[in-house]
């Protein structure tokens, strides 16, 4: 689904909202022209293997039999019939995959995948996306968040940080994280994390109301109406924005920096798990089902999914579902947004004229100017231009030479974006 464009306010004035956001969600479904799209919160991208088996049943009985996962690890059924929501709904419910009805579209969380399993990082904020996500749906005021806003919860690798969270969390140690908000950030301890990141959506809310913008994200906000970080460590008492929460102690930290890490590379995560990509993204129910027996999955920022308790002797049968398994396969780091015939927007059908390629930077390609789902960080553009053909980091290459073009975009030195 297409994300709306940050908002660039005119000169003098900042812009203001007249509507709430209109991301799709599970009970919300986007009407597009491949039939009506769910979008299914995850946090952390966590499915149980019971999970994983309704999702892969629901895309094929009420789907096109496929599963995207979307730049934030969520996931989304399309092809879905007019009236497939009241079908749909209880088997999501009885799955336990809708928890509040109310918050099911703000649960927007994402966690580094491999925390808890191979031994890097300082804490495992698997344990704080879940107790994040329980304060979440049980937090009525929580359910006034925008579809779009964002917790990131990064082990201290550096692997999600760079996901534009609109709360951030870092563990530093076992003992201590940094919560980062609109570009400061506090220290509080590891054991209140989950609560001080909720704690900072509420001065989010807190200052969203106050400006009167309508703002959904922490960076929407207006000149001198920021959230304030250090509303993080007390009690407030706002119109419309209320609860009962104990104060913490936090402590801001001067120049805060956010660790940068890379993604983890598809193969083994320690000796008990497995990291696989979809290839453009998207699994058949069939691939989904190839990832179990499984403790549980967690699907990716990278389009991918952790398999939790699978070890290396599972790639084969992995690879042999058509799943990409190492980081030198052709398709890795190969992404492209939905294109023809499911966008009406789209120029081109991007995923059938995606082509494999060397290793290298991350590329997507893109059906119109609005890029949905591009990778974050450095990536190669390929967009698709006016009477067919592309544009590839804005250079015209026709359709047939396509390959040559992004190889050598993807390899070539070059400089930040
Ligand atoms: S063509 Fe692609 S980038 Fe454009 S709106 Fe559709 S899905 Fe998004």
Redesign the pocket.
């Known amino acids: 689904m297409?994300p709306t464009p940050t908002p660039t306010p005119g000169p003098g004035a900042p812009r203001v909202r007249e509507r709430g956001d209109a991301c799709p969600g599970a009970l919300r479904l986007h009407s597009a022209d491949d039939g009506h799209l769910a979008r299914l919160r995850l946090p952390a991208g966590r499915l149980t293997a019971r999970q994983v088996e309704v999702l892969a049943d629901a895309a094929e009985s009420l789907g096109d039999g496929r599963i995207s996962v979307t730049s934030r690890g969520n996931a989304e059924l399309r092809g879905l019939a007019d009236g497939c929501g009241a079908e749909l709904a209880p088997l999501l419910v009885e799955a336990g995959l809708l928890p509040s009805p109310t918050h099911e579209r703000v649960r927007n969380i994402v966690a580094s995948p491999a925390s808890g399993l191979d031994g890097l990082g300082s804490a495992d904020v698997q344990l704080w996306a879940r107790e994040l996500d329980e304060r979440l749906c049980a937090t009525p005021w929580a359910a006034g968040l925008s579809g779009r806003f964002l917790f990131v919860l990064d082990d201290g690798r550096g692997d999600v940080t760079g996901l534009g969270g609109d709360v951030t969390l870092v563990a530093v140690d076992p003992r201590t994280a940094h919560l980062h908000l609109g570009g400061r950030a506090v220290r509080v301890a590891a054991a209140d994390a989950p609560r001080a990141a909720l704690t900072a959506a509420r001065a989010f809310l807190t200052a969203a109301r106050a400006a009167g913008t309508g703002a959904w994200r922490v960076r929407e906000l207006p000149e001198g109406h920021g959230a304030d970080v250090r509303d993080v460590r007390g009690v407030q008492d706002v119109r419309g924005v209320q609860d009962v929460q104990e104060a913490l102690v936090a402590e801001e930290v001067p120049e805060p920096v956010l660790p940068q890490g890379p993604p983890p590379a598809p193969g083994p995560l320690g000796p008990a798990a497995l990291h696989v990509l979809a290839p453009l993204g998207r699994l058949t129910a069939a691939q989904l089902r190839a990832l179990l027996p499984a403790d549980e999955v967690r699907l990716t920022p990278w389009r991918g999914a952790v398999v939790v308790g699978a070890g290396p002797d599972r790639t084969p049968a992995l690879d042999a579902a058509g799943l990409i398994t190492r980081p030198d396969s052709p398709w890795a780091g190969v992404s492209a947004?939905?294109?023809r015939p499911g966008?009406a927007?789209?120029l081109a059908d991007?995923r059938a004229d995606a082509v494999p390629g060397r290793p290298g930077l991350p590329v997507h390609y893109?059906?119109?100017e609005?890029?949905?789902g591009h990778p974050h960080g450095d990536w190669v553009d390929v967009l698709a231009a006016p009477g067919g053909g592309y544009l590839v980091d804005g250079a015209p290459a026709p359709r047939t030479d396509l390959a040559p073009a992004v190889t050598t975009a993807r390899t070539a030195p070059r400089t930040t974006r």
């Open positions: 297409p947004c939905t294109g966008c927007k789209s991007v893109s059906g119109c609005r890029r949905c």
